[in-house]
């Protein structure tokens, strides 16, 4: 079934949801005519061994779980200034219309690329897929049609490149400038001197509209580059094996600034931290984390910890005796991006949960597909029988907030009320409530 299916009168794909080829093309002619654009083919040049191994259905799982991945950093990383579609296969376009540097073009591709290698799970065995990078840059008047056609040439080009893994249409790797060394020298110097922000993601309930809390996000504003999102810094992090060091300075500046929340009123504000595989397998984070609420003197009662099933993935058993841990001191236990590709009844099972939190890919179609809006349905029912909370992300409308009410969708972020705000702002908010 990966091959790309169309609707009729319409090229969407059916299995990852995402606009084909004709829409892309068009989508390109528009963006051409602000005289400025990048794009990047990404290829998955070992799904053919995918499907042998595992079955169409099993590459099919493969290829949702990628396109949410690819749907959920170019959110991040690049908001309403860009595009992805699915070209054929394993293969994907992103592109931008956003006057980004060579240099950042490629840095956000690596990071993509890392992004969708990270383990997931089939048939109960780990696969990474480490994808190819064709990048170009839109030449002046240069129609979307042409774009799509040099940039395949591009992607065959690197094919045939044994080794390769990103190369631009003129040939070059690596992008002039700045070294990979080099940014990650910045990084430790930012994080020494304080200069990653944090950044506050809203919640509120979806039955009154009040603000619950917020989550964590972090962003550098890099002298050279200008901001740098969550996903990109963490693999600038990831190149120099500081991915643990930066998701604990995250937490310990989250929980400091957090502590000055107001503790009074029906419902005190709850903070949530985003918590990384590289956090486990240091192993100590039950007590790492315990010193900095201490530190802090953030109640742990009013914390929250969102992991992934990814995060899970090298060692189940070590990880769940961590949040059990965490979670004898009253901290809360969210499973993230709950209903994509790689859901396991498992972690439901063996692990202290408090609540499901909904990808933002299980919200975005309920007010059009009866489909979607069962499916939610199911799984807040599902959760209610488990006792669990159910937090939806990505809420960018007012019909999509009316249907997680009739649902009895618990808590809610997205767009719709705020995007991430800083510490001031939040503040501000507070104040409001």
Not at 394 to 404: D, N, P, R, S, W
Request: hydrophobic letters at 50%.
């Amino acid at each position: 079934m990966n091959g790309t299916m169309l609707l009729p009168g319409d090229d969407r794909d059916v299995l990852t949801g995402l606009p084909g080829l004709e829409t892309a093309a068009l989508w390109l002619d528009g963006a051409g005519d602000t005289g400025f654009v990048q794009a990047m083919m990404v290829s998955l040049q070992r799904m053919p061994a995918v499907n042998l191994a595992y079955g169409m259905a099993g590459g099919d799982r493969v290829l949702v779980e990628v396109a949410r991945r690819l749907r959920d950093f170019v959110a991040d990383e690049l908001g309403s200034q860009a595009m992805v579609a699915r070209a054929a296969g394993g293969a994907f376009l992103v592109a931008s219309r956003a006057a980004l540097s060579r240099e950042r073009w490629q840095w956000l591709a690596e990071a993509l690329g890392r992004a969708i290698a990270r383990p997931l799970v089939v048939d109960g065995e780990r696969l990474s897929l480490a994808p190819r990078m064709a990048l170009l840059r839109g030449r002046p008047g240069e129609a979307g049609a042409a774009l799509l056609d040099r940039l395949d040439q591009v992607s065959g080009d690197l094919q045939r490149r044994s080794g390769r893994r990103v190369l631009w249409a003129d040939g070059s790797h690596p992008a002039r400038g700045r070294s990979a060394a080099s940014l990650e020298g910045d990084l430790l110097g930012a994080l020494h001197r304080d200069e990653i922000a944090v950044l506050f993601q809203p919640q509120f309930s979806v039955a009154t509209g009040a603000l619950a809390g917020a989550e964590a996000l972090a962003r550098w504003e890099h002298p050279g580059f200008g901001r740098i999102c969550a996903e990109t810094l963490f693999a600038v992090a990831d190149r120099g094996d500081h991915v643990a060091q930066l998701s604990r300075h995250i937490g310990k500046r989250a929980l400091a600034m957090a502590a000055a929340w107001p503790e009074t009123g029906p419902t005190p504000l709850r903070l949530s931290l985003n918590v990384t595989a590289e956090d486990f397998a240091v192993g100590d984070f039950a007590a790492s984390l315990k010193a900095a609420l201490e530190a802090s003197a953030f109640p742990a009662e009013r914390l929250t910890i969102e992991i992934t099933e990814q995060t899970l993935i090298t060692d189940f058993e070590a990880c769940a005796a961590a949040l059990r841990e965490l979670a004898a001191l009253g901290v809360s236990v969210a499973l993230d991006d709950f209903g994509t590709g790689f859901s396991n009844f498992r972690a439901l099972k063996a692990l202290p949960l408090d609540a499901l939190k909904l990808d933002r890919s299980l919200v975005v179609d309920i007010e059009q597909d009866p489909r979607d809006r069962a499916i939610l349905a199911a799984m807040v029912a599902m959760s209610r029988a488990l006792g669990l909370k159910v937090i939806a992300e990505g809420v960018e409308t007012a019909g999509q907030l009316a249907i997680l009410q009739d649902e009895g969708c618990d808590l809610f972020q997205g767009f719709l009320r705020s995007g991430p705000i800083s510490a001031e702002e939040f503040a501000a908010m507070m104040a409001l409530n």
